[in-house]
């Protein structure tokens, strides 16, 4: 029930465009609040509740560098999401690999009587 529970808060937490928005940047390296608020029109506030947010669900953690508080992205919680999607993957792709095998025998039985 735990790995449901970091599931729907992971989710939850990603739902936001914004929030994607921020860990995205968080991708490509650390950095403070100051260089996250500047792509974006929001006030200082209103990004470090999307942060905090980021934080309670695991995806971000805040470190300490001297007067810095940088964030960083933390894998875990997306590779979780992932797994739970990939598991979803793997039930489509098989699923169209059998409609196609079907396909492809109702195409061989359709061109073996038109002759």
Sequence with gaps: ???SA???????????????????RLASGDAS???????????????????????QAGLISRGRDGQRRPCRIEAKPLEQANAWLESYRALWEANFQRLDALLDDLKATN???DS
């Design 33 to 55: 609040v100051t260089d996250l608020v500047k792509p974006f029109s929001m006030s200082q506030p209103a990004i470090s509740k999307h942060l905090k947010v980021l934080e």
């Design 111 to 113: 061109t073996g009587s």
């Design 1 to 3: 029930m735990l790995a």
């Design 6 to 24: 970091n599931l729907d808060v992971t989710f939850a937490a990603l739902a936001d465009p914004t929030r994607r928005a921020i860990l995205a």
